[in-house]
């Protein structure tokens, strides 16, 4: 079974092709890196993964439900997303395990009754991603690298099938950037790791977790596949519209830069 197979999926508004002709396919196994500058429409393609936007034409399919003949609230549980965007949106007084918690019932603030066991998972959750300090402490004094990985737990405690990281680095310094990333290549390691999307406009964020790469521009798909196969040189100048350059970044990722 494919995670996710969109089918010639297009979106227009007001006579414009926003997404068009969108052929992508996500199997099992594979963790995928969604790569587009400002205004490729990945924030759109992401709606259309959560069914929370409709396409103009083409079908997709996603954890084996095809979008019109199931429950849409019923696969979008299945589904977690972490954005920075959702930051601002908790009480800063909220313990980091509250908001953990609040992942069940996909709300802001907890304002459920919960059982100690699910607590426990709360906690277990955050200790899996080494911020097990962070239990009992309020929210608003984490650091920018804390928050998001609390909203990564948070997401996580519905066990979704598949996470999206959308631009989980905006906001954050080189330190906190760098921690961040550390940490989610330990996350990506341990077990029952929903298939991760990644979507940033950084090649220096890729890390080698992410076995796959889709390029996005200008609303169609530039290139997909695997990493090592479209993540060079040629195929980089021709998605920039200019030559670049591969420099590497760490042992284990590169970054782009004008030629």
Not at 6 to 27: C, E, G, H
Not at 134 to 147: A, N, P
Request: charged share 20%; net charge negative; with cysteine.
């Amino acid at each position: 079974m494919a995670i996710l197979d969109f089918q010639q999926v297009s979106f227009v508004r007001d006579k414009n092709y926003l997404l068009k002709a969108i052929n992508w396919q996500v199997k099992k196994n594979e963790h995928w890196a969604i790569l587009g500058l400002n205004g490729a429409g990945k924030s759109l393609l992401l709606q259309m993964i959560t069914g929370s936007l409709w396409p103009s034409s083409g079908q997709r399919t996603v954890l084996g439900e095809r979008y019109g003949k199931t429950s849409v609230p019923d696969l979008q549980r299945r589904i977690g997303w972490v954005s920075s965007a959702l930051q601002s949106k908790f009480y800063g007084r909220d313990l980091a395990e509250e908001i953990v918690l609040s992942g069940l019932y996909s709300s802001i603030g907890l304002y459920e009754s919960y059982e100690e066991e699910q607590l426990i998972q709360a906690k277990a959750l955050l200790a899996d991603l080494g911020l097990s300090h962070l239990i009992h402490r309020s929210y608003h004094v984490l650091s920018q690298g804390e928050k998001q990985f609390v909203m990564i737990a948070r997401a996580m405690m519905a066990q979704p099938e598949i996470l999206i990281l959308d631009e989980p680095c905006t906001g954050l310094d080189l330190f906190a950037r760098e921690e961040l990333l550390t940490r989610l290549e330990a996350f990506s390691q341990l077990p029952n790791t929903p298939t991760l999307l990644y979507v940033t406009h950084h090649t220096e964020e890729l890390l080698p977790i992410f076995t796959h790469l889709l390029m996005l521009k200008n609303g169609e798909v530039h290139a997909a596949g695997q990493r090592e196969t479209i993540f060079t040189e040629e195929v980089l100048t021709s998605f920039y519209d200019q030559p670049i350059v591969l420099h590497p970044f760490s042992s284990n990722r590169v970054i782009v830069t004008p030629k």
